[in-house]
């Protein structure tokens, strides 16, 4: 089962593009032009919206652009319904279904899409009639067809298959649910649990409730005036009804009273990351927000020249990047900075990110490194404005948080006035030395020494989606009782005499399985044949094409994509195939040189797992065995190739009794980003196999 993860998953991989950025180039800030921010016109509809209007003639283009008044909400045990509700809004109308839509957005050649708070259109002026015939109707008429509710919950089941590998993304929800308090909407996170329990009706609901037109404002910019814009938003708008914004108080956040370590464990991981991070007090257009802006620029905000890259990369070399950002807005603001960093430097890194935060608040600041910084900040508010939608935006943003007429025609002049006891006054107030969320995602091998970070030497453990977690306790039995238990739950033996017996019959074994992925719009065949004492081939086809094959014959292999060509198994690949010898590797694991370890107890899904860690002289991998079935449930595979390491996944379940063998019917894949749902079509036991199989 190991080999065919590794094969599905390289394959997976495969299709996922990597990017390099350049990072070996200091950026020169140049000098801030002066800034001219345009007029703007505004009005109230009759049924409550505050219409923002930006003319720019320059190509015949508009744009509309509608955010809801409501506050967010407090999802609970439906966390991540708004996002569902925002992926949803565009899968069709009682007038048009989805395909109908797409098709006539296109037509036109329109942008047209939807979150859960805001529609936004972009079209030829000549397409506007059109394209605003349907953005009402999606604004007004929006029916989440079943069809589609299946389809994109699926998706979000795909992804949260994938966030349990992806090391970011754990550290993302862990900053959530640290820095901001159960009763906050930024603590919610969404997990398979919440995602379950989140019904079609419950979108219905939450699209009534906040599409709104009371408290909304809509943002018209491009080639229209004040008097064609009323008369579009008359005839468009002025139909669509609806309750109050929903507006709510939320719990206040509150600092910590002494550092905190928050650990995430992502086993065989070879890089920490790290986030150190805080709530922040503070409203957007707040009169300390420009110069704490420029605080953090200088810490770690301003790319390359900022003191966290000049320590931790170009000093310590401890990473390629470490970066920090300033996060405000009216729903919870925060601060927070890290990077990925190698195991081995993790606590050494934490203690220089703790160094800066620290040193910046004790005045050690250059007129240089201020000026640079200022303007560097310039520069990128003046390209800012190249944008036809900055200076609605800037609109938008003083009607709604309520800001000086003049905040934006002064921002340059008041970003210049700003001093270096400005920035220490800033840093001193704002950014606390001992009382910071310090939070690792990584290696359980740099676990005891992040105990010293923690005001009382606690770690607190949270799983991938920021909840609490019970540290793995000790097992109650021995790797080998554990093994055999196994060998007899999945041949269905009272006793390893009956398991004996049973593997000697066993000669062969033909499965055939389609695997669905929401990444990709075709289903893959894959085909897997195992023959003892130790044949083995997989296939993977697709639309009539073989994409990916790998044949064992038990000394000697090769395997083929449709990128590389057909390559012979390298004496380490060979080496590997070897100690997983036999269709249940686990049996010989004491002759085979697979080294293994019982780990623990872990919670798996809600279940108690025994975890078993392998090591087959290259890769790493953790089997996790039911504690009351003793069926596998699960497997990851850690490797490193080309110095990146990959993590693949497999998840099993459904399993069913074979001429005396339990296969699993269902198999969950995950490489990366990628997820693949697997069904069982066919399993033959013993039926004849052609020596050709594994040539």
């Known amino acids: 089962m190991k080999n065919i993860a590794l094969i ?21 800030a140049g000098e801030a032009p002066k800034i001219n921010i345009g007029d703007y016109h505004t009005f109230t509809t009759d049924n409550g919206i505050t219409v923002i209007v930006s003319e720019n003639h320059k190509i015949p283009k508009i744009s509309f652009d509608l955010v809801m008044g409501s506050d967010p909400m407090i999802e609970g045990n439906k966390a991540g319904l708004a996002n569902f509700a925002g992926e949803m809004i565009m899968s069709g109308t009682n007038n048009r279904s989805k395909d109908v839509l797409d098709n006539e957005v296109d037509y036109i050649g329109a942008t047209l899409n939807a979150d859960q708070n805001s529609i936004f259109l972009s079209c030829l002026t000549k397409h506007l009639d059109k394209g605003l015939t349907l953005m009402s109707d999606i604004m007004m008429n ?13 998706q979000n089941e795909s992804n949260l298959l994938s966030t349990k590998s992806d090391a970011g993304s754990m550290a993302q929800n862990a900053v959530a649910k640290t820095v901001f308090p159960a009763g906050h909407p930024n603590h919610e996170v969404m997990t398979e649990i919440t995602l379950g329990n989140i019904t079609r009706e419950d979108l219905i609901s939450y699209y009534k409730q906040h599409f709104t037109p009371k408290g909304s404002y809509l943002v018209i910019v491009g080639d229209i005036n004040k008097e064609k814009a009323k008369l579009l938003v008359d005839k468009y708008f002025s139909s669509w009804t609806g309750g109050a914004p929903v ?37 957007p257009g707040d009169v300390n927000q420009i110069p704490l802006s420029v605080s953090n620029q200088i810490l770690g905000g301003g790319g390359f020249g900022s003191r ?6 170009e000093d310590k070399a401890y990473t390629y990047g470490a970066y920090s950002r300033l996060n405000i807005n009216e729903d919870g603001s925060y601060f927070s900075a890290g990077g990925n960093f190698r195991n081995e430097v993790t606590d050494s890194a934490i203690t220089q990110l703790l160094y800066e935060i620290e040193r910046i608040g004790e005045g050690e600041i250059s007129l240089e490194e201020l000026a640079l910084t200022k303007s560097s900040m310039a520069g990128g508010f003046a390209r800012s404005l190249e944008s036809p939608q900055t200076v609605a935006k800037f609109a938008l943003n003083q009607k709604k948080y309520k800001l000086d007429d003049d905040y934006y025609q002064d921002y340059l002049k008041n970003l210049s006035n700003i001093n270096q006891e400005d920035v220490l006054t800033m840093s001193q107030q704002y950014f606390p030395a001992k009382n910071l969320n310090i939070i690792v995602v990584g290696n359980e091998e740099v676990l005891e020494r992040l105990r010293k970070f923690d005001a009382d030497g606690k770690i607190e453990m949270l799983d991938a989606f920021g ?26 033996s009272s006793s390893m005499s009956e398991v004996g017996k049973k593997l000697k019959k066993l000669k062969t074994v033909n499965e055939t399985m389609t695997l669905t992925s929401p990444q990709i719009p075709i289903a893959l065949t894959l085909t897997k044949v195992y023959s003892t004492p130790n044949k083995a081939s997989f296939k993977i086809e697709g639309q009539g094409m073989v994409m990916q094959r790998e044949v064992f014959d038990g000394q000697k292999g090769s395997k083929a994509d449709m990128q590389s060509g057909k390559k012979d198994l390298t004496a380490e690949e060979l080496d590997q195939k070897k100690k997983s010898i036999g269709y249940f590797p686990e049996i010989n694991y004491k002759t085979s040189g697979m080294t293994y370890e019982l780990v623990g107890i872990e919670m798996l899904d809600g279940k108690e797992v025994y975890v078993v860690k392998t090591n087959d002289g290259k890769d ?7 504690k009351t079935t003793f069926m596998k449930v699960k497997s990851t595979n850690i490797s490193t190739k080309d110095g990146e390491v990959q993590e693949i996944s497999q998840l099993y379940g459904d399993f069913k009794n074979v001429n005396g063998f339990n296969f699993p019917q269902k198999m969950t894949l995950i490489a990366g980003p990628m997820t693949f749902s697997g069904k069982t079509d066919t399993v033959v036991v013993n039926g004849k196999v052609d020596p050709a199989t594994f040539q």
């Open 467 to 492: 909840d609490i977690i019970v540290e793995t306790k000790k097992a109650d039995i021995t790797k080998e009782q554990l093994i055999e238990k196994y060998m007899m739950a999945v041949t269905n």
């Open 308 to 313: 966290m890259m000049q320590n931790l990369r």
């Open 247 to 283: 507006k709510r108080e939320h719990q206040m956040v509150a600092k910590n009273t002494g550092n905190r370590v928050i650990f995430v464990k992502k086993p065989g991981a070879v890089q920490s990351v790290i986030q150190v991070a805080f709530p922040v007090n503070m409203m």
């Open 620 to 626: 790493e991998g953790y089997d996790y065995y039911d």
């Open 142 to 154: 929006a029916n989440f067809p079943e069809s589609e509710f299946t389809r994109i919950k699926s």
């Open 8 to 28: 599905i998953g390289t394959f997976a991989l495969a299709l996922i593009g990597n990017a390099q950025l350049d990072r070996s180039v200091r950026p020169t």
